[in-house]
């Protein structure tokens, strides 16, 4: 058994696991205990089947082997091992930028009637920023030679640098250039990194982790950059907005579906179906009082941002929702989706369906989606969810009753206007000292750790000494939940914090988004720099993930470091084996790149580290502390 009790810090979370362990139904905790013990090289990250003289490992004690069959040292493994997390890690953000500019192009070709541009001052900014030309050309020509640039941005030939990092200030370019980290095109660093851990290629340490920063920035100032902006292009640039979080936002009398996964493609044409006329008249058909939408993970991001949906839940709590015995259908795209929840379904009632032809889960329904008729497909999907309503175990429901307020869509376009049209007073408030810094907290959750217990109790232990947080994905969910992102939170607020967001009623923790928005940090970052003529890691920032568990935060730690951030990792990291290793990413990169990782699992110890960072900072510019 689960200790539910003490497995998350957000409420209703403990009633579902013990209602889970009654219906027999086992969660991530549950076969996390089953995996006990972990093995410890892979822990370690001294393990390694890369190619087949092993699987190799390598004795952290030094009384066993310290080579694997080919010679790789603990410290080749280590690092090799890392650099493929990162290609995963940008990869997947990568290849959802793909497919986001391949609707973008569709779009801009008229070939998609069901998307549109909708903002399209960013448009023609993007456009100008990438050297194109506005100039007596409409939207659709513009549009269409932006999608051309951003095509060849994944595998264009030649050394020249990524077009995307005309949007990083000059002095971080600068410093990547005399270190050799400009990524050249995103596909050729991911496929780089794949060849260089192949047997024999590279062996040292240090190139493979220089190797991994600059795949790494490809991601960051690149593919995550164009999936948000190419996303706000399409469904609007965010603006603060009102919504609600948590299990308690599914609606014991309508069919419950839930949007999950990362692509705003899929779940924002969900929602619009789901939302009309037609389908809740149809829902009424069948019993219910209506189709009520919510989201989960980053998808769920994407629509809480842009339309108001609410959320239910980050990624621990996608079985959760099964298990409520309230939700008529899951509907995902991909990255972050247990194939568990097809298991737990099993028990419920609840359709899972995916969509994408590179996600399948065993025992989902399969439809797949595409740009071309997202209209009527989306109505199909949303269909069975709704002919599933009469199958509701009436018995079996649960829903937690918690829910609370949050106010989200913090866009940099909305943060400049609740500013006033410029970041002249978030500068004075820093330069000033009535805000301390800026920490941005993302990534995951794992159930490693007490679930959003970390998320919650940084971000408060940070905004109580006057830091502004801002953050994205499961973080920021889980920030929502504990009602973080409500103006009300100011009580929790340090007194200079807390004035500042009175002024300009905002909360002190701001919602960005989903996980490829952490871009829209880097953006923020960058032009807080450029203001005051500094480079990023000058900055009294900082950066967290302390619930991380996918290579996509993986390779998001690594871009903000590349970036020039003090970046804290709660959850330690596999490369423990090689002291070289651990020492390169907690130190040395520092004198490269400015920014360097710092591993604390303790929340409130990990929070004074960063504000000392943060005080350091502040005094090496001659700010008040
Ligand atoms: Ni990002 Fe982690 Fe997934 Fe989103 Fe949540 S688990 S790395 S936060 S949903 S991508």
Known sequence: RVPAKGVSATKGVAELIEKAEEDGVKTAWHRLLEQQPQCAFGQLGLCCRNCAMGPCRIDPFGSGPTKGVCGASADTIVARNLLRMIAAGAAAHSDHARDVVEVFKGVAEGRFQYYRLTDVEKLKSLAEALGISTEDKDEQEIARELAEVLEWEFGKPGDEPLRMLALAPKKRIKVWEKAGLIPRAIDREICECMHRTHIGVDADPVSLLLHGIRTSIADGWSGSMMATYLSDILFGTPKPIKAEANLGVLKEDYVNIIVHGHNPILSTKIVEVAMSEEMQELAKKYGARGVNVAGMCCTGNEVLMRLGVPIAGNFLMQELAVITGAVEAIIVDYQCIMPAIVDVAQCYHTKIITTEPKAHIPGAIHIEFNAEKADEIAKEIVRIAIENYPNRPRDRVHIPKHKIEVIAGFSVEAILEALGGTLEPLINALREGTIKGIVGIVGCNNPKIRHNHSHVTLAKELIKRDVLVVGTGCWSIAAAMDGLMSPKAVDLAGPGLRKVCETLNIPPCLHMGSCV?????????????????????????????????????????????????????????????????????????????????????????????????????????????
Not at 579 to 608: R, S
């Open 517 to 625: 928005d952490c871009s829209r940090i880097l953006i923020v970052l960058g032009a807080l720099a450029d203001a005051l003529g500094l480079d990023i890691s000058d900055l009294p920032v900082a950066g967290s993930a302390p619930e991380w568990m996918s290579e996509k935060a993986v390779s998001i730690g690594t871009y903000f470091v590349a970036s020039g951030v003090f970046t804290h990792l709660g959850v330690v990291p596999p490369v423990m084996g090689s002291q070289k290793v651990a020492k390169i990413l907690t130190e040395d990169v520092e004198d490269i790149v400015g920014g360097k990782f710092y591993v604390e699992p303790d929340p409130v110890k990990a929070a004074e580290t960063i504000y000392n960072v943060i005080i350091e900072k502040r005094k090496k510019l001659g700010w008040p502390l």
